[in-house]
């Protein structure tokens, strides 16, 4: 199996989650002798290079991140240049983001599995899993321990050619998170996550704290 992969994700691959995803992911995907191109969506040289794959290839992955119940504006102005299909082309879905339930990813899901039918496709699932936003933070085991995950998925697209399996469903973990986790993360969002994200912004130039109102 060949699979034409598209990373969506608007931002370049030095910054993108869903390209360190994607690295691990392919890992698995290329133990079962499957073969892939990617692209980027980011670089809009790729375009054409990604339209003339999109409509050779019959097998399709696109991986983003999700924001705010929304896929990323700059991969739908791409998406809107295709015109349907109609041959029996499958496309699955890697739907990444930072919210860590997956609840908050299910709307975006349902979107997906419309917009694969707009495009003249099959659907072959979504791979839903959230808490990722700190996977460009990290290096070295403490990335992999996020990441290593989806060489596994990766795997499981090759066997099946898609992500509707139990597996694939239950790789998204909890659907709403317990009470004590909410209660634990809540503390910890206040304190220790606060620290982080001032020390990254001091580190971008930031002078202002990050509740700084100068128009209150």
């Not at 696109?62 to 499958?90: H, Q, R, W």
């Amino acid at each position: 199996m060949h699979v034409l992969i598209i990373n969506g994700s608007p931002r370049v691959k030095q910054y993108s989650n869903t390209d360190k995803i994607l690295e691990k992911f392919t890992e698995g995907l290329c133990e079962n002798n499957t073969t892939y191109e990617q692209y980027e969506i980011s670089d809009k040289n790729q375009w054409e290079d990604i339209r003339k794959a999109y409509y050779s290839n019959s097998n399709i992955l696109i991986a983003l991140p999700l924001y705010v119940e929304c896929i990323p504006g700059l991969l739908m102005e791409f998406l809107e240049t295709l015109s349907p299909k109609n041959d029996g082309t499958k496309i699955a879905y890697i739907l990444q983001s930072g919210f860590a339930e997956g609840i908050q990813l299910r709307c975006g899901e349902a979107y997906l599995e419309k917009l694969t039918g707009f495009l003249g496709c099959e659907y072959a699932g979504t791979l839903v899993k959230g808490d990722n936003f700190s996977i460009r933070f990290f290096e070295g085991d403490m990335r992999d321990r996020v990441t290593g995950p989806y060489t596994e998925m990766g795997r499981e697209y090759a066997a099946n050619g898609g992500f509707n399996t139990d597996k694939c469903r239950a790789f998204t973990g909890y659907e709403i998170l317990p009470a004590h986790m909410r209660l634990a993360l809540g503390i910890l969002q206040r304190t220790l996550a606060r620290t982080m994200f001032a020390r990254i912004a001091r580190s971008w130039g930031c002078t202002k704290p990050l509740d700084y109102r100068p128009y209150q």
